[in-house]
């Protein structure tokens, strides 16, 4: 019988859809066979190189079949995957290595030079296998096609999987997922595009990836990121295809040509950053004769998770694309995905209806009352805490009245209905002369404004205040008013959240997913106040 081991999730697939395509990535195209095979033979190369279960395996990789192989090959032996940002410097990747007590690490020939800086004794990977090459470490190429032993590995519903944070409020986290919980809180139980929900057992997806619609997946992050990895298995659990960008950076027109030729059904992004350029290379292509115009008529859903999606580049998306269903889900990596706003909100970034799963906990220790406000938690199947960290872990992961909870790090209210308004990042609440305020709703509204492109709001030290409110933006036309921006502030944000600095700068600075670089922004804005 099967685990809920995600290699026997994709075995389930691949023994009921063995031709159908799986994963397309420029010019290769993998069946559910192919990538099968491909996840096995690493199995068994890790397994060659003394890689066994609970030994931690890195992949320090762009989007690319070794990826998926590489992830999925790890857990059929019962080890570890766990993602590296390939962005990172030798510095950070020291810090990484070092934390996650990486045993194997897979990584494109292209970095080299930054893992073999980044290694040092007593902390660096035994097996360094290098897809593209053999600069520093084995070519894997070459040991795929080597005689290899055979897997004798027991795997479990509990196996781990370890997603490290963006590092955006600090180093960067390991958190530890069992298959399962990730499964049904990340993943949606496999329920997601069926009408009965999650299923309550392995071999029930089956039925849903034979009977079930092969629609097409395009994450446009990379897989390295949590939220494009998660959409990527998503789709692979039910049977469809995947198709990934072959180039490195995004590049919107490349990718509306790719989701023309591959007819995806589905796009994935993460927040404005990429929701913005998008929209401008849409507009310039509908701009020209209709015979010129991408052909879209395939595309039914574009979500964004992982980072804010304004209301206002979402009604831009639909005005182009009318059929279009645009969502923006609330989620983090120790939380899994909790979901689109379900209640009709004037402030904060979401509103849910009343939930088990969900409540808002004040102080690190107790429940919220109605009215009052703390951090937005999530019950259920969770993550075990954070890798090596048992002092973070008891901070984000608490069990009240018997209940465990995980923190995901936005401050939220309980209403007196019982629903929950989502507030924003707790980590970045301004506090300005005794108020709140929230630097995603006051983002949102920024981006509102039509000569706005991107924004950052941050607090500022101010000596009668204590904060004061500073937005940094970039703009799309040559002059752009203060008191215009002001005042569109004015006409949906009370006095106190209206900016009162305003600097503009050639680019709003993001990470490679789109996540904001606050830190940059209030460097920025305490330099030119």
């Keep these: 019988m099967s685990t809920y081991n995600f290699s026997d999730l994709l075995q389930i697939v691949a023994d009921t859809v063995p031709d159908r395509i799986a994963l397309v990535h420029g010019e290769i195209e993998l069946t559910y066979t192919e990538l099968n095979q491909f996840a096995d033979r690493v199995a068994r190369v890790l397994v060659a190189k003394g890689v066994g279960a609970n030994d931690n395996v890195g992949l ?17 032996i019962g080890a570890v995957p766990f993602n590296v940002n390939y962005r990172y410097s030798s510095a950070e990747l020291s810090y990484l290595y070092e934390d996650s007590r990486v045993k194997a690490l897979l990584f494109d020939s292209e970095f080299s030079d930054d893992v073999k800086e980044a290694c040092k004794p007593g902390s660096s990977p035994e097996v360094l296998l ?15 096609e080597s005689v290899l032993p055979e897997i004798d590995a027991v795997r479990h519903d509990h196996d781990l999987i370890i997603i490290y944070t963006g590092g955006t409020t600090g180093y960067p986290k390991g958190v530890m997922w069992p298959h399962k919980h990730l499964f049904f809180s990340a993943l949606g139980g496999g329920g997601f595009f069926h009408a009965d929900g999650a299923v309550t057992h392995p071999e029930e997806l089956v039925g849903r990836v034979s009977e079930g619609m092969a629609l097409t997946t395009m994450p446009l992050a990379p897989l390295m990121h949590g939220a494009a990895l998660w959409t990527s298995l998503v789709a692979l659990f039910a049977g469809h295809k995947v198709v990934l960008s072959n180039r490195v950076n995004f590049d919107a027109s490349h990718a509306w040509q790719l989701i023309q030729d591959h007819q995806v059904n589905i796009v994935s992004i993460v ?17 020209k004769p209709e015979a010129d115009n991408w052909a879209l008529d395939h595309l039914f859903n574009i979500g964004s998770g992982g980072a804010v999606f304004s209301e206002a580049l979402q009604q831009r998306f639909t005005a182009l694309l009318p059929n279009l269903f645009v969502m923006s889900s609330l989620g983090a990596t120790e939380t899994g995905t909790v979901g689109a706003s379900d209640v009709q909100t004037d402030e904060g970034i979401m509103r849910y209806a009343p939930r088990d799963d969900l409540a808002v906990i004040v102080d690190g220790q107790c429940l919220a009352e109605r009215g009052e406000e703390g951090i937005l938690a999530r019950s259920g199947m969770l993550p075990v805490g954070y890798f090596g960290d048992e002092k973070k872990t008891r901070e984000s992961f608490l069990t009240i009245d018997g ?35 929230f630097p995603e709703e006051v983002e949102s509204t920024l981006k509102g404004y039509d000569a706005v492109d991107d924004v950052l709001v941050v607090g500022i030290p101010h000596k009668k205040w204590g904060q004061q409110v500073a937005a940094v933006y970039s703009a799309n036309t040559v002059e752009v008013s203060e008191n215009d921006l002001r005042n569109f502030c004015r006409d949906s944000l009370a006095g106190y959240k209206v900016p009162k600095l305003f600097i503009r700068v050639e680019k709003v600075q993001r990470t490679v997913v789109g996540k904001p670089d606050y830190n940059w922004a209030k460097s920025v804005a305490e330099q030119l106040q």
């Design 60 to 76: 320090q990789l762009t989007n690319s079949p070794e990826y998926l192989a590489g992830f999925f090959g790890a857990c059929r």
């Design 271 to 287: 927040g404005d950053a990429m929701a913005l350029p998008l929209i401008e290379t849409l507009e310039q292509n509908r701009s």
């Design 130 to 144: 290098e897809v593209g090459g053999a600069r520093l470490g084995e070519n894997l190429a070459g040991i795929l």
């Design 403 to 437: 209940v465990k909870y995980a923190l995901g790090g936005d401050a939220a209210r309980l209403e007196e209905d019982g629903s929950i308004t989502v507030l924003g990042r707790g980590s970045m609440c301004i506090n300005s002369g005794g108020e709140k305020i």
